[in-house]
């Protein structure tokens, strides 16, 4: 006699529009708007920074703080965890995607596919975990009005930024829910597809273009003849410290030649067969601790030279990952591999990806992930950006994270729950702006806290005075 099959259920897109549609009920969409601080009282975000930077090495703590010293957007940009910790007790919409968890606007950029074109994504994946789909796109969000603030635009400039991102994001998810699962793993946000978004706006066509051939130049070769010098008949990678320099050993552990090579060995099973062979024309060379970021600084970052031959190189970038962000308020088991979790997401949320993407463990038991190093980069030039560019650049930065929310995700879910009118974007606008202030407040508790040594900065006394000025 053969076996009943159980019964499949799949539901239609129309049925998951009206089942996102119905969490509006629970978590109206202009709630979103009205709480921003969702914790207790016990919010104390210098002792925040403090419980991070025990975990650092702590001869670069200081350049953590002396970097998030130079602005509120600086400080916003290194204080993911803080968000996170303010974003556990505000409503949710309870639709969960795989969420990049440090989604502000300068972890958008360009970069090459294993095709060597150039497509615009989310470039940063530390945080990634599973999360309501409302935390990525309300640090963005809030990252507008925070850096539109820094350069002197107007509120009404500031806040329409944030809108813009909210009504990018529901627009997208809307055309989305109509298209299959393989077509939203297929999908990718290309140059073209950038330069036809800019239509008119001759400012941001200009800079498109000029990115694009700065960032054809941002390969090996050129990583090569800025990093490396020759050295006994082979290049090395050049000190530069404090951001760039040779260590012997780390946490008063001597790194032996055994230790590395069984580092490499376990990053090397991660990596699809083809690509393993790819590998092993490559020998390791040396390798340096490289300061990278704002929220990375003292967290355990290397650059590693490899050469297949005297003037064949690759440089990867060897990255620390610990738990996320997110993971004390999403209800997530622990990870068991963090490095893997970085990878995974990142596969899941971005269009194309690294093709010597993989991770591994050290030693001590910490988590690494691997990477190219700089491998045609594109990143946004905030510091010189007008209103008007600034603002089609969050158009674009919307479109993106819905692309990589959709991947997967369930955009006809999400699109049914944000509907087609505007009451999400001007909630998203109304928490960006009240976000923003909390994070000017945050960032003067910061100064005060340098400023009384209880936290130190490589800032010297005459700098730390003009950039608080």
Not at 12 to 24: A, D, I, M, P, Y
Not at 101 to 119: K, Q, S, W, Y
Not at 287 to 300: D, E, H, I, P
């Amino acid at each position: 006699m053969s076996k009943v099959k159980a019964k499949v259920e799949i539901r239609t897109k129309e049925q998951r529009h009206e089942v996102g549609k119905s969490l509006r009920v629970k978590c109206p969409r202009t709630s979103h708007g009205e709480v921003v601080l969702g914790q207790g009282d016990d919010r104390d975000v210098v002792a925040m920074l403090e419980a991070q930077d025990k975990d650092r090495l702590q001869n670069l703590v200081p350049i953590r703080h002396g970097r998030m010293v130079q602005s509120a957007f600086a400080y916003f940009r290194g204080t993911a965890a803080i968000q996170a910790y303010d974003l556990a007790g505000t409503p949710t919409s309870g639709i969960i995607v795989q969420a990049c968890g440090d989604c502000h606007l300068m972890n958008f950029g360009g970069f090459a596919t294993p095709e060597r074109n150039i497509v615009f994504d989310i470039n940063d994946f530390d945080e990634t975990l599973p999360a309501p789909f409302e935390w990525d796109l309300k640090r963005l969000a809030a990252s507008f009005v925070i850096a539109a603030r820094w350069r002197g635009f107007t509120e009404d400039q500031a806040r329409e930024m944030a809108v813009q991102t909210a009504a990018s994001y529901r627009e997208s998810m809307r055309k989305r829910e109509s298209t299959s699962v393989l077509e939203a793993w297929y999908s990718r946000i290309g140059v073209d597809d950038v330069q036809a978004m800019a239509g008119d706006n001759v400012d941001l066509s200009g800079r498109l273009k000029k990115k694009i051939v700065e960032a054809r130049k941002q390969t090996h070769e050129h990583v090569f003849q800025k990093l490396t010098t020759p050295s006994r008949g082979l290049p090395r990678i050049v000190d530069q410290p404090p951001l760039l320099y040779h260590v012997d050993k780390l946490e008063n552990i001597k790194i032996n030649q055994s230790e590395i090579a069984t580092f490499f060995e376990q990053y090397r099973e991660t990596l699809a067969e083809e690509r393993r062979i790819l590998f092993d024309r490559f020998k390791l060379v040396d390798w340096a601790l490289k300061v990278v970021g704002v929220g990375s600084v003292g967290t355990r970052c290397f650059v590693a030279l490899l050469l297949a031959a005297p003037d064949d190189a690759l440089f990867l970038q060897i990255k620390e990952a610990g738990r996320s962000v997110l993971e004390p308020y999403t209800g997530t088991k622990k990870v068991k591999q963090n490095g893997q979790r970085v990878v995974v997401g990142q596969r899941l949320m971005q269009s194309a990806s690294d093709i010597f993407l993989g991770w591994t463990r050290g030693p001590l038991g910490r988590d690494f992930y691997i990477r190219q190093l700089r491998d045609m980069k594109v990143a946004p030039d905030v510091e010189t950006q007008l209103p008007k560019v600034m603002r089609a650049y969050a158009m674009v930065c919307g479109l993106a994270l819905a692309r990589a929310h959709h991947k997967a995700g369930d955009a006809a879910m999400i699109a049914g729950y944000l509907g087609s009118g505007d009451q999400f974007d001007e909630a998203i606008g109304d928490y960006a702006v009240a976000y923003a202030d909390q994070v000017e407040h945050d960032y003067k508790t910061l100064v005060q806290a340098v400023r009384s040594g209880r936290l130190k900065t490589d800032v010297s006394p005459s700098r730390l005075a003009t950039a608080l000025r």
